[in-house]
Nanobody, 126 residues
Framework: VRLVESGGGSVQAGGSLRLSCKIYGSTNDNYCMAWFRRVPGKEREYVAQTFIMDGGTYYSDSVKGRFTISQDHASKTMHLQMNSLKPEDTATYYC????????????????????WGQGTQVTVSS
């Protein structure tokens, strides 16, 4: 499986960006996909996840109400719509697929995800 992110960029606080993650090499919908982000010097942080089979969505408290994770089955693409962006949202964003088939767990830890994209930079200025 290969994951390719796109859509990062620079915006002012309060603005919006939409990230995309194209999924190559998989026809299996029985997987949980997620977005993580990382700031230099810190651990990778969970942002949101979705179960491809039924579209269920889950969010971290830091982005709930501002970010929306979604998927387009036809194009095998996962999206992250980010609204009301804050400077603390500045990070490199990664999409990932869980190592094992099945629904998303209540939490999301990087160690549970086996396929990762290359990352896309999001910068929010105050």
């Amino acid at each position: 499986v290969r994951l390719v992110e796109s859509g990062g960029g620079s915006v002012q606080a309060g603005g919006s960006l939409r990230l995309s993650c194209k999924i190559y090499g998989s026809t299996n919908d029985n997987y949980c996909m997620a977005w993580f982000r990382r700031v230099p010097g810190k651990e990778r942080e969970y942002v949101a996840q979705t179960f491809i089979m039924d579209g269920g969505t889950y969010y971290s408290d830091s982005v709930k109400g501002r970010f929306t994770i979604s998927q387009d089955h036809a194009s095998k693409t996962m999206h992250l719509q980010m609204n009301s962006l804050k400077p603390e949202d500045t990070a490199t964003y990664y999409c990932a697929r869980r190592k094992y088939a099945g629904n998303c767990a209540s939490g999301a830890w990087p160690r549970d995800f086996g396929s990762w994209g290359q990352g896309t930079q999001v910068t929010v200025s105050s």
